[in-house]
């Protein structure tokens, strides 16, 4: 019998660290690059907080290196992209597998092996009074700072996009960058900044699988969940809420295949393991409806192009 007030709070956990990769990952597509380096973030924001985490022992040092850690390699997807106007797939599945690489090397390198030992995790902080509330208490506030911080940038996102100048000018430059540069707006540093941010907002998603979910470090831990966020913000439409949303359908179901693996359903556990990455399949291929990008998406821009245009 399943207690579903466990499973929501299952749910909400595996759904966490896909929301801050596809938030981040949104940030980078309104401004129109594609960022397919999502899954080499999550594994940099992993390896980078564990790192830190194991030679200071406070995971919140590792929080800030992940921060740090994210901003580099988003920096990096950014100069591929934007100054060598390099093909924006390439770039990042290169990320993805210079990620990989680095960080098992580093792994077996520093600790002997590929994973750390146990790390110090972050401890959940209950609301006062609130937590208290039934069912939605043990849900939503008893959770730890990554999850507050996740509502934040939520909410934070809905304003920031939709209500703020700032906002507008990334929108505009994601859609019709040759008007926004007409308008005065450096297109190149909108972008830029973009991109960095999307390399921070997604190492957060690996350093929660990190310090809260495992509590160490191992080889290929992201385990394909860059690629889910991925599908979640196409499914999300590229609108903060709709992300949301796309990442808790994904973490339920997750939640959901493991639970039905406990029971001992006579089910063979791999189709069960498939079952968040056929749904992805499926949120890919349009089932929720057609999911229209930003107009210049993954399209490299330059004075030149705008002349010719």
Same mark, same amino acid.
């Given at each position: 019998?399943?207690?579903?007030?466990?499973?929501?709070?299952?749910?909400?956990?595996?759904?966490?660290?896909?929301?801050?990769?596809?938030?981040?990952?949104?940030?980078?597509? !309104?401004?129109?690059?594609?960022?397919?380096?999502?899954?080499?973030? +999550?594994?940099?924001?992993?390896?980078?907080?564990?790192?830190?985490?194991?030679?200071?022992?406070?995971?919140?040092?590792?929080?800030?290196?992940?921060?740090?850690?994210?901003?580099?390699v988003g920096?990096?997807?950014?100069?591929?992209?934007?100054?060598l106007a390099?093909?924006?797939?390439?770039?990042?599945?290169? $990320?993805?597998?210079?990620?990989?690489?680095?960080?098992?090397?580093?792994?077996?390198?520093?600790?002997?092996?590929?994973?750390?030992? !146990?790390?110090?995790? $972050?401890?959940?902080?209950? $609301?006062?009074?609130?937590?208290?509330?039934?069912?939605?208490?043990?849900? +939503?506030?008893?959770?730890?700072?990554?999850?507050?911080?996740?509502?934040?940038?939520?909410?934070?996102?809905? &304003?920031?996009?939709?209500?703020?100048?700032?906002?507008?000018?990334?929108?505009?430059?994601?859609?019709?960058?040759?008007?926004?540069?007409?308008?005065?707006?450096?297109?190149?540093?909108?972008? &830029?900044?973009?991109?960095?941010?999307?390399?921070?907002?997604?190492?957060?998603?690996?350093?929660?699988?990190?310090?809260?979910?495992?509590?160490?470090?191992?080889?290929?831990?992201?385990?394909?969940?860059?690629?889910?966020?991925?599908?979640?913000?196409?499914?999300?439409?590229?609108?903060?809420?709709?992300?949301?949303?796309?990442?808790?359908?994904?973490?339920?179901?997750?939640a959901l295949?493991?639970?039905?693996?406990?029971?001992?359903?006579?089910?063979?556990?791999?189709?069960?393991?498939?079952?968040?990455? $056929?749904?992805?399949?499926?949120?890919?291929?349009?089932?929720?409806?057609?999911?229209?990008?930003?107009?210049?998406?993954?399209?490299?821009?330059?004075?030149?192009?705008?002349?010719?245009?």
């Amino acid at each position: 019998m399943i207690n579903y007030n466990d499973y929501l709070i299952s749910s909400v956990d595996l759904a966490v660290p896909l929301a801050f990769a596809a938030l981040g990952g949104m940030y980078s597509e !309104r401004s129109g690059v594609l960022n397919i380096a999502l899954e080499g973030l +999550l594994l940099t924001g992993a390896f980078s907080s564990a790192i830190a985490t194991f030679y200071t022992g406070n995971p919140y040092v590792g929080i800030v290196f992940a921060l740090i850690g994210g901003g580099l390699v988003g920096l990096l997807h950014a100069f591929l992209s934007v100054t060598l106007a390099v093909n924006q797939l390439v770039s990042g599945l290169g $990320i993805n597998l210079l990620a990989a690489g680095l960080t098992s090397f580093f792994a077996r390198l520093i600790f002997n092996g590929n994973s750390t030992e !146990r790390l110090p995790g $972050i401890e959940a902080i209950a $609301i006062p009074g609130l937590a208290k509330i039934p069912p939605l208490g043990a849900i +939503l506030f008893q959770q730890n700072i990554l999850v507050y911080l996740l509502v934040i940038l939520v909410a934070f996102s809905l &304003y920031f996009l939709f209500h703020t100048s700032l906002g507008l000018t990334l929108r505009s430059v994601g859609e019709y960058p040759q008007a926004a540069a007409t308008a005065g707006i450096s297109v190149a540093w909108v972008r &830029y900044g973009a991109v960095i941010v999307s390399g921070c907002l997604a190492s957060l998603g690996g350093a929660y699988l990190t310090l809260v979910q495992i509590n160490f470090f191992t080889e290929g831990m992201s385990a394909g969940k860059g690629f889910i966020a991925l599908a979640a913000l196409i499914f999300g439409r590229w609108h903060p809420l709709g992300i949301i949303g796309a990442c808790f359908l994904f973490g339920a179901t997750e939640a959901l295949q493991l639970r039905i693996q406990a029971f001992g359903a006579n089910i063979p556990y791999q189709f069960l393991v498939m079952s968040p990455y $056929i749904l992805a399949l499926f949120a890919l291929l349009g089932l929720a409806g057609k999911a229209l990008p930003p107009k210049s998406l993954g399209i490299p821009y330059s004075l030149e192009n705008s002349h010719d245009e």
